[in-house]
Nanobody, 123 residues
Framework: QVQLVESGGDVVQPGGSLRLSCVTS????????IGWFRQAPGKEREGVSC???????YYLDSVEGRFTISRDSAKKTVYLHMDSLRPEDSAVYYC?????????????????WGQGTQVTVSS
């Protein structure tokens, strides 16, 4: 059974930091690209970051330089470290897995999804 379980969401002040985790099971982790997506109320889901099976990384322009994605093959886990958080980063954050992603930040490329974790940036 495929599972992706996100954790680490919280309420944080602007300028703060969070680290999200995505623990996976049930598929061959090393063969998949793993992406982070977010969806705010009333908005479409957007790709935030991706790390592919070769550990190349991709970022949404607005998070470049503030967010860092990494993967740990031994733990089958992907992390998203978020610094300098802004109110506009508030959303439900999802991780997803793709076997053959052509465009790494497009949700339709992904095969499996987690349930999400809430990030709220507010003073």
């Amino acid at each position: 059974q495929v599972q992706l379980v996100e954790s680490g969401g919280d309420v944080v002040q602007p300028g703060g930091s969070l680290r999200l985790s995505c623990v996976t099971s049930g598929f061959s982790f090393d063969y998949y690209s793993i992406g982070w997506f977010r969806q705010a109320p009333g908005k479409e889901r957007e790709g935030v970051s991706c790390i592919n099976l070769g550990s190349s990384t991709y970022y949404l322009d607005s998070v470049e330089g503030r967010f860092t994605i990494s993967r740990d093959s031994a733990k089958k886990t992907v992390y998203l470290h978020m610094d300098s958080l802004r109110p506009e980063d508030s959303a439900v954050y999802y991780c997803a897995a793709a076997l053959n992603a052509g465009s790494y930040l497009y949700p339709v490329e992904y095969d499996y999804w987690g349930q999400g974790t809430q990030v709220t940036v507010s003073s």
